[in-house]
């Protein structure tokens, strides 16, 4: 089977598409792959690290206000079309994937106009506008909430739920010892801000660190790399904190996931789909700046089953993060959280994905 893949902007597309096609390598060897994004985003860095032929187009975002720049997307979107086409005409796939971003506008579009199957790759409970869009022309579009459901074709839309999903279901635990320099027998808390990083986590979890440092737990800070610097400069401003590990960004996520007793984090839904087939209690903090505030109702999702603990942006605070620790590790939280958690999860998303995929290949 020829696939082209698509998807891309930050992490929350790009790694259900990887997923995916790890899933198909897996199921057919001699599967192969195109996948095309953009030189500036972040597929650009992470892609080509997986083998995976990779070429690019120059595409970028509507604004949701009337603008100049309106037209030039306009343009690049017609321009990424025709390059679109150009790769499609030589690769010749069998079955599109895409899993959401500006790039996947003009490919997707591109690739239903040239007669290949295509499917989308919905990861969040209310879809972005390039999925949208997408749908009227797609083939089949796949979704990983129910509530999705309501904004796509009744007949395209199937549940499969995230593919990441089975990918982090089957991860080794990670050797916190020996990597991060962590202690056994002592909880490790997670803290991330999405795939690119948040600043108000970074300044909700400096505001903390004195009160984290009784030493009760241990944290795993993921900066995002653009804050790392930045971050690093103001906890050495704050003394000495042995139990807090800073990195910038981590290239193998799952089996860290894997290996970690609470996550604090976005609400992004990729993230969540990892939390939810690990088991693990979360502390979320959706982004209020994202389309039609989508990720809080991804994180109310797990809200509603006692899955996480759920904060507003403007609610949460370094004594909220506080009393939060406090009553998974030491007033039981955890156990129960992490069933509520174990029961939203979709491990066998990717076989679900395959199945439809394989259906309708050329
Ligand atoms: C600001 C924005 O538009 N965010 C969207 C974006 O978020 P974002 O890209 O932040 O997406 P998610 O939080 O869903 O996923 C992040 C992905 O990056 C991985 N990761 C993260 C940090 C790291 O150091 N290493 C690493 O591998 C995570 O394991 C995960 O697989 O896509 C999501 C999925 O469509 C949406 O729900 C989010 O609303």
Not at 141 to 164: H, L, M, W
């Amino acid at each position: 089977m020829k696939v082209l893949v698509t998807g891309g902007g930050t992490g929350g597309h790009i790694y259900p598409a990887l997923a995916m096609i790890n899933a198909i390598r897996a199921k057919d060897p001699s599967a192969s792959f195109l996948y095309i994004g953009t030189e500036n985003g972040l597929e650009n860095d992470i892609v080509p690290k997986h083998d995976i032929p990779f070429s690019t187009i120059e595409i970028s975002g509507f604004k949701r206000k009337l603008s100049f720049e309106n037209v030039r997307t306009v343009w690049r979107f017609l321009q990424g079309t025709r390059r679109a086409k150009r790769l499609i005409r030589d690769f010749r796939p069998d079955v599109a994937l895409g899993t959401g971003g500006y790039v996947a506008g003009p490919v997707m579009y591109a690739a239903a106009k040239a007669g290949v199957p295509t499917i989308i790759h919905e990861q969040n409970s209310i879809p972005g506008l390039t999925n949208k869009f997408l749908s009227r022309y797609a083939t089949k579009v796949a979704i990983s909430f129910q509530e999705a459901a309501d904004y796509f074709p009744n007949d395209k839309t199937v549940f499969t739920g995230n593919p990441r999903a089975s990918e982090v279901a089957h991860a080794q635990k990670a050797n916190m010892a020996s990597t991060f320099g962590f202690r056994e027998n002592l909880p490790i808390v997670m803290i991330v801000g999405g795939s690119r990083g948040a600043k108000p986590i970074h300044d909700a979890f400096l505001e903390a660190l004195p009160q984290l440092s009784d030493k009760h737990c241990q944290y795993l800070y993921i900066t995002g790399s653009v804050h790392y610097d930045k971050v690093k400069e103001s906890m050495s401003d704050r003394g000495d904190h042995a139990h807090i590990v800073v990195r910038p960004f981590l290239h193998d996520m799952p089996n860290v996931l894997a290996s970690v007793d609470a996550v604090v984090s976005r609400a992004g839904a990729t993230t969540l789909a990892e939390i939810t087939a690990l088991g693990i209690p979360s502390i979320l903090i959706p982004s209020p700046y994202v389309t039609k505030n989508h990720q809080e109702m991804n994180a109310r999702a797990l809200e509603n089953v006692g899955a996480a603990i759920v904060h507003k942006e403007s609610e949460w605070s370094g004594d909220k993060l506080e009393a939060d620790i406090e009553a998974i590790f030491r007033k039981g939280k955890a156990a129960e959280m992490k069933k509520a958690a174990t029961a939203l999860a979709v491990p066998d998303a990717a076989d679900k994905l395959y199945d439809v995929m394989t259906s309708i290949a050329k």
